[in-house]
């Protein structure tokens, strides 16, 4: 899964740093159990057992819940196939009189008739009771099959009435008929299903059959768990089921999703994710006042004094007391609504800060890092043409900015996949300006998706040597390396990466910690091992959403679904956009539907966890699962 959040998202080289690096790992972190978002296993999220996995967000389904009656073979379950009916039609329906020509048969023309036969079956032998309720259900799965469902129900009721044990059978197939009523009685087939369930838990058909009518009722966290259990109980053969399961999560988490995002305030990311973002752009001297300056001007100098200081949210509060209070010249103005329009999209506001943007560049039209970060905008709203012409505008005032090279380098890189173009100007981002550690990370992650290997590590190695105190260039060089499986040599670029880390002043970035945290677990399978680092980074920053999601994926896989379901909870709160919310909120809701299978069906589930424990024990052993980049 591309994490529904990552990827194109903040994909500027404003934001290239910790935006990328965040986006990345938190990309990674779903894009390595992609498959247990889908199957949600209890406590392991691999479905091996009967060669399959199921899938909750793979592929699209379409609306609706159950198919035409009669549509498939084994709609209903119990009835003759259809070649012996028609045998036994072509032999029973008239008879031959020896003495004349053929006659009709009499026997009974309707259901009622058929049933009123039935008076006083009740007191008939256990075997009679029983033949006579196996005929009913047979009379109803003809008359389901000819859409007489109304019929049906009668039979099918019938034969619940005689039958000297109770049948499943008999209520799912009358939940069936109901769901096919002029006017579907949906709450009487939850009532039957419900009832085959007592019965058997393990009633496959009655399981979905529930969910399909508690769907229709839009009752939907139900739908999901029924369906959820169909498609475990049927180990994944029903595709139908999986289908079913997608289509119900995205009904219970997309409307939460818009719910949370548009009540949410705004809020910045962590402080690294927001240090990156300026930092990728040249500072700019704090402009000269008016002779007689406003009160908004004064403010505004105390914006950007603080802006400097890297004291971000009293930025934040006072570039807007700044604009209430009003910007007496052009230039205060534009870089008050450039620097509003940049926390807004930090926060995930793009359309807010699109317009300030715009109010930025109608201010004063020379300002480059306007143009760039709309163009940044546009990318994130997925619209190429509209970035490609804020950069030609750009590069009209400014032909050599380094941030303009960069940027195209991410549009041509990430937005377009064209890695050789990405290359080209990433080399010119470095010609320019080769002091800029990520000219070279970026140059060597486009040159590594270009497929040149070596040139890519070359350009890795020369940034160690250049940025011998940067993190970063371990960081990112970790990551190709693991990429290729190469899994020791990975560990000790983020361990590097983490010492330097620590070296720092807090706040610190923790990325390479979350990294390191994956490579344990693709390459040994070391659970206890990931959980520690990661939850170290947690403690370093308790606001790293990647953290929280892969710490949350970890305890999917050690069996920890309720610890699981918290942190999943905690990544909603921590996400910046709808996209993140929504991901995190179907995480969580499928962790639930399979929490529930694991407590009502725990036989199952203990089998799950053993097929999925010998999976792993041989994918380890043989080097491990492949890269996740």
């Not at 069936?176 to 419900?194: G, I, L, R």
């Not at 529930?596 to 424990?613: G, H, Q, T, V, W």
């Amino acid at each position: 899964m591309s994490s529904p959040a990552a990827g194109a998202a903040m994909s500027s080289s404003a934001s290239s740093a910790s935006a990328d690096a965040s986006a990345s790992v938190l990309s990674r972190a779903h894009s390595f159990v992609s498959a247990h978002k889908h199957a949600l296993l209890v406590g392991a999220a691999v479905a091996v057992a009967a060669g399959g996995v199921a899938y909750y967000a793979s592929s699209s389904a379409g609306a609706g819940g159950s198919s035409r009656p009669g549509s498939e073979a084994g709609d209903l379950e119990g009835g003759r196939k259809k070649k012996k009916r028609a045998q036994r039609k072509k032999k029973g329906g008239a008879r031959a009189d020896d003495d004349g020509p053929i006659l009709e048969e009499i026997v009974p023309k309707t259901a009622d008739e058929v049933i009123a036969l039935s008076t006083g079956a009740e007191s008939s032998s256990v075997a009679e009771r029983t033949a006579l309720a196996t005929d009913l259900k047979t009379k109803g799965n003809k008359a389901y099959g000819e859409r007489k469902f109304v019929d049906a129900v009668k039979y099918y009721s019938r034969a619940i009435e005689v039958a000297p044990e109770p049948d499943p059978v008999f209520f799912s197939n009358r939940a069936a008929s109901y769901m096919y009523f002029p006017a579907p009685e949906y709450e009487k087939a939850v009532e039957d299903c419900t009832e085959a369930l007592r019965i058997n838990p393990k009633h496959e058909r009655s399981v979905g059959r529930r969910g399909t009518a508690l769907e229709k009722l839009g009752r939907f966290e139900e739908a999901l768990r029924d369906f959820t259990a169909a498609t475990l109980l049927t180990r994944f053969g029903d595709q139908k089921v999986a289908e079913s399961v997608e289509r119900v999560l995205k009904k219970v988490t997309e409307p939460k999703a818009r719910e949370i995002y548009s009540k949410r305030e705004p809020r910045l990311p962590p402080h690294t994710f927001v240090d990156a973002y300026f930092g990728a752009f040249r500072s700019r001297p704090i402009p000269d006042l008016p002779e007689n300056p406003t009160t908004g001007d004064n403010t505004l100098k105390l914006a950007l004094e603080a802006l400097a200081a890297r004291d971000y949210q009293h930025a934040l509060t006072l570039v807007n007391e700044a604009l209430e209070q009003g910007i007496s010249f052009p230039e205060g103005r534009a870089q008050a609504l450039n620097l509003r329009g940049s926390f807004r999209f930090l926060w995930g506001d793009s359309q807010a800060a699109k317009e300030d943007l715009e109010a930025a560049i109608e201010a004063q039209p020379s300002f480059t890092q306007s143009w760039v970060k709309i163009a940044s905008v546009h990318m994130e709203q997925g619209q190429t043409q509209p970035a490609f012409d804020a950069f030609e505008e750009a590069i009209k005032h400014d032909s050599k900015t380094r941030i303009f090279t960069t940027t195209v380098g991410k549009v041509l890189l990430f937005i377009m996949q064209k890695f050789a173009d990405a290359a080209e100007n990433y080399n010119k981002s470095f010609d320019l300006d080769p002091t800029f550690v990520f000219s070279h990370i970026q140059l060597a992650v486009a040159q590594y998706k270009a497929g040149q290997i070596s040139d890519s590590m070359a350009t890795f190695r020369k940034a160690l040597k250049s940025f011998p105190q940067r993190s970063e260039p371990n960081n990112y060089y970790g990551e190709l390396l693991l990429d290729q499986k190469r899994y020791e040599d990975a560990i000790e670029k983020f361990d590097r990466a983490i010492e330097l880390e620590k070296a720092k002043t807090p706040p610190i970035n923790v990325l390479a910690m979350v990294n390191k945290g994956l490579t344990l677990f693709q390459w040994k399978n070391d659970l206890p091992g990931a959980e520690a680092i990661i939850s170290e980074a947690l403690a370093a920053d308790p606001e790293c959403e990647a953290a929280v999601a892969t710490l949350a994926q970890i305890s999917l896989q050690r069996g920890e679904v309720d610890r699981a379901m918290t942190l999943f909870e905690r990544q909603v709160e921590l996400a910046r956009t709808e996209p993140d919310i929504l991901n995190a909120l179907q995480f969580m809701h499928a962790a639930k539907a399979q929490n529930e299978f694991s407590k009502n069906y725990p036989d199952i589930a203990e089998a799950y966890r053993y097929a999925e424990a010998q999976t792993r024990a041989q994918v380890v052993g043989a080097g491990g699962p492949s890269g996740f980049m």
